[in-house]
């Protein structure tokens, strides 16, 4: 890796990791805080470092880290944090593989970006129904579970979850889009 791809690569890391420092506290946002954007990050991050594979083990390790210290220095409930906790993992890398598949839209087209916008929505819900549904049969707080309860609670919880992912995603795709296509913008012009 010469200097300009590693200063390329540090420049889109670092965003990365930075923005879920600053959402993950709370999980879901509220008058002082922003929603969670965990899920968009792990898309981003396949989008642009599929095979860094270092790089989600890092997420992973922030995400933990972010939230034990949120719930042992500022009162965070640890309502969310049992058994079914590791289920992160494979949510988060559907999200990473979701992003792994649409690095195949480069163009900022908007059928490619109509693609990409549709295979995050496809994958925010897939990591909706591991993480909420291991939640939900794993974690000891629904004993007397029922479908009625587990759809209720679905209404409830996925318009926020998805919708928070698909605002943060899009954004982010549409920056990258914008980045990568810069060059030849550029190129464009001065011709």
């Known amino acids: 890796m010469n200097t300009k791809q ?13 923005l879920m420092a600053l959402t993950r506290s709370h999980h879901i946002g509220d008058a002082f805080s922003l929603p969670d954007a ?3 990050v792990f898309f981003l991050a396949g989008l642009v470092f599929a095979r860094r594979w270092w790089l989600f083990g890092f997420l992973m390790l ?20 049992s058994p079914a906790y590791v289920f992160l993992i494979p949510a988060y890398a559907v999200m990473w593989f979701a992003g792994s598949f649409c690095v195949k839209f480069k163009n900022l087209a908007a059928g490619e970006m109509l693609s990409s916008m549709g295979v995050m929505l496809l994958a925010t819900s897939s990591a909706f129904l591991l993480s909420n549904g291991s939640f939900y049969l794993l974690s000891g707080r629904y004993p007397d579970s029922s479908w009625t309860q587990y759809i209720s609670r679905v209404m409830q919880y996925y318009p926020p979850y998805t919708s928070a992912a698909l605002c943060y995603g899009v954004l982010g795709l549409i920056v990258i889009k914008l980045v990568r296509a810069l060059p030849a913008l550029m190129a464009h012009k001065a011709v």
Do not use: K, M, R
């Not at 590693?6 to 930075?18: C, G, M, V």
């Not at 922030?62 to 944090?81: K, L, M, P, R, W």
């Open 6 to 18: 590693w200063l390329s690569a540090q420049t889109l890391t670092l965003p990365l990791i930075a």
């Open 38 to 40: 965990s899920l968009a």
């Open 62 to 81: 922030e995400a933990v880290v972010i939230d034990y210290i949120a719930i042992t220095h500022f009162n965070v409930s640890a309502f969310c944090v």
